[in-house]
């Protein structure tokens, strides 16, 4: 049963331009994530957020950016986006910031043209 | 910095055969992190396998055990008799406070 929710599926755009992915968790958990898999279906966290707060920003490049209005959405923002930015962005959520028992979403495919 | 590695695969297996699939982590800046098994089966999102938080536990689900060995750092995943539906990818990650590091993960074929 899905309850993390990612929208869009696909997105194909050009480099340059400026993409958001959206994510929504019904679940009722405090915390959520976004992850980066790239083409070797490596998984690397990017951000993590406990209650609308940002608690994890590992090395990301600056044009990636999240933003939360609630604790159950967590959107991803990317300025400009660049050719290695191709990959699947995984949104998650948790019920707090120290079970790490992830929920996941189904993912969001961005190919940079 | 914590990282976690993992049996590199394809691994192909017949039905029916036993399985493991090794994992190792390294956790710096947590003495006893929490040990997780996750699974993406052909078509559907990643999901929890097992997961286990004391040292020396062992966690099972749908068949498949793995125990938190702190001494050897290791969370070996196996199964006495796999199936073809056990056909997936499977992650081994450690927990560090908020962050989940996963392994490369491990694609397992199972043949009939």
């Known amino acids: 049963e899905t309850a993390v929710f990612q929208t869009p599926n696909y997105h194909v755009t050009q480099v340059g331009n400026e993409v958001s992915f959206n994510c929504k968790q019904t679940l009722g958990h405090d915390t959520m994530y976004w992850y980066k898999q790239d083409s070797k279906k490596l998984l690397k966290i990017m951000f993590s957020?406990?209650?609308?707060?940002?608690?994890v920003n590992e090395t990301v490049p600056r044009r990636f950016s999240p933003q939360s209005s609630d604790k159950a959405h967590l959107n991803l923002r990317i300025k400009s986006v660049e050719p290695e930015d191709s990959a699947v962005y995984l949104c998650?959520?948790?019920?707090?910031?120290?079970?790490?028992?992830?929920?996941f979403g189904a993912g969001t495919r961005l190919s940079v043209l | 910095g914590d990282s976690v590695t993992q049996t590199e695969g394809p691994v192909t297996v017949s039905e029916s055969e036993s399985l493991i699939i090794n994992c190792t982590y390294s956790?710096?800046?947590?003495?006893?992190?929490?040990l997780f098994w996750y699974v993406r089966y052909p078509g559907e999102g990643l999901q929890l396998l097992l997961k286990v938080i004391t040292a020396g536990q062992k966690g099972s689900s749908r068949g498949f055990e793995a125990t938190y060995n702190k001494e050897t750092t290791s969370f070996h995943l196996q199964k006495a008799s796999v199936q073809e539906s056990d056909s997936a990818v499977y992650y081994c990650?450690?927990?560090?406070?908020?962050?989940?590091?996963f392994g490369d993960g491990t694609q397992l074929v199972v043949k009939p």
């Open positions: 990650a450690l927990g560090d406070r908020g962050r989940i590091f």
């Open positions: 956790a710096t800046s947590i003495a006893y992190p929490n």
């Open positions: 998650a959520s948790s019920s707090d910031w120290g079970q790490n028992t992830l929920y």
């Open positions: 957020y406990n209650n609308k707060q940002l608690i």
